[in-house]
């Protein structure tokens, strides 16, 4: 030290006379404190980063690491279900689809089904009229042609009596008229 | 005027303990390390702030090159190598403010950092591969009669790594700061001289400047060159065979 000293004091001399000055880095009586203190810093400093820096700060790269790393996954879980709901909502879709239409179908079916038995209904109806109406006109028919035979002899003995002055006999009329008749 | 030399003396403080300035700016750079770092993750925020995100990039920066030198396995050697980053990268960049001391401008201090370095390896080296890190010296390969030569040569390479390691780190700080001091120790005799020669003084102040800006260059490269060579170094302790 005392040697640092004295070099020290030449350097403060006026001229500063460089031959005088001990170069300080091979001036080897510094070494020992150097090195004591060198070796007391870079413990202390190599202790207080590898137990108090470097965990707190690879942990926070790490946590964010691991942070992004969830959120990208929960992501992907969550694409992953949009995906599966999309397809779901496509078949249930498909499915309705497939259902209304055999509802559609079905309904349709019934429907003519229902449209027929009725027009069958009105029809078998219709002809039953019809055919009552038919009837009833044979009906009349045979009761007015019975009827004609009356007239035609009530008109015959009519007629003969205004020819005559005297009613003919029924019998006669009759016979007369079945002859014409045939 | 003050010899460009004065800046690297030795100056006691306390001189029981041998509490020197050198010690000082030791501690102020170790205080800086922690300090900063613990300052700027206080937060521990997920995104970080400008601070933090410097001390991210910092300890990035040194996990890849160790990685990188080393692989995987070299993660061990982590706390040991951003220290030895950090301490540097620090007590360089302090050293750049005027009147401050600049710790790796010694050679004992380059030296002990560089011999830590290489002891590391040695002791590691043989503590995990046993005699089998001696094969760091014998290069596969190599023909029967040539390999006296190779050890020799090897064992010479690996013996002098300490020394280049140390002196390149020593030296670059030591050249930088006495060109500073040589530059700016111009400007003042220039002016002191009086007339014409007066208005030459900006020149050499123009000089300083420029060198200022290299050796912050200097400051932060050697710190990076002294960690990549660290990382070397350390992977021969991991993996001996070449």
Not at chain 1, 61 to 88: F, H, P, V, W
């Amino acid at each position: 030290m005392a040697q640092a000293q004295t070099t020290h004091a030449t350097t403060e001399a006026p001229g500063g006379a460089h031959e005088d000055i001990g170069f300080p880095p091979f001036e080897t009586e510094t070494y020992a404190g150097q090195l004591l203190w060198l070796a007391i810093t870079f413990v202390a400093l190599y202790i207080l980063l590898s137990r108090l820096v470097l965990p707190r700060l690879s942990g926070i790269i790490e946590n964010r690491r691991a942070m992004i790393a969830s959120d990208l996954d929960d992501a992907a879980a969550m694409k992953s279900r949009a995906e599966e709901a999309g397809t779901a909502y496509e078949t249930a879709l498909a499915e309705a689809k497939g259902r209304a239409q055999a509802l559609a179908q079905e309904t349709r079916a019934k429907l003519s089904s229902e449209s027929d038995v009725k027009r069958k209904a009105l029809e078998a109806d219709l002809n039953q009229r019809l055919a009552d109406a038919e009837a009833t006109i044979t009906a009349k028919k045979t009761e007015a042609m019975s009827h004609v035979d009356a007239i035609a002899r009530d008109t015959a003995s009519a007629i003969i009596e205004r020819l005559t002055g005297k009613a003919p006999a029924p019998q006669k009329v009759e016979a007369a008229l079945n002859q014409i008749k045939a | 005027m003050a010899s460009p030399i004065e800046q690297f003396q030795i100056k006691p403080i306390i001189p029981v303990i041998n509490f020197t300035n050198s010690s000082l700016f030791m501690i102020g750079a170790a205080a800086v390390i922690v300090g900063g770092l613990l300052l700027a993750t206080r937060r521990r925020a997920v995104v970080p702030g400008r601070a933090q995100s410097m001390a991210e990039v910092l300890h990035d920066f040194v996990a890849n090159t160790l990685v990188d030198a080393t692989g995987k396995e070299g993660m061990k050697f982590f706390p040991l190598v951003f220290s030895l980053f950090m301490f540097v990268l620090t007590a360089n960049l302090l050293g750049m403010i005027p009147g401050f001391f600049t710790v790796t401008s010694h050679i004992i201090v380059t030296f002990a950092l560089a011999m830590l370095v290489i002891g590391t390896v040695v002791v590691y080296g043989f503590i995990k591969h046993g005699t089998h890190f001696l094969g760091l010296f014998v290069p596969s390969g190599v023909p029967a009669w040539l390999l006296p030569f190779i050890v020799v040569i090897e064992l010479i390479s690996f013996l002098s790594r300490p020394i280049s390691l140390s002196l390149r780190l020593f030296a670059n700080m030591l050249a930088g700061h006495i060109a500073l001091k040589v530059f700016a120790g111009f400007v003042v005799s220039l002016l002191a001289a009086g007339g014409a020669l007066t208005i030459l003084a900006p020149l050499p102040l123009l000089m300083a400047v420029a060198l200022m800006a290299l050796e912050f260059l200097v400051a932060a490269l050697q710190a990076y060159v002294f960690t990549v060579l660290t990382c070397i170094y350390l992977n021969d302790a991991l993996h001996p065979g070449h």
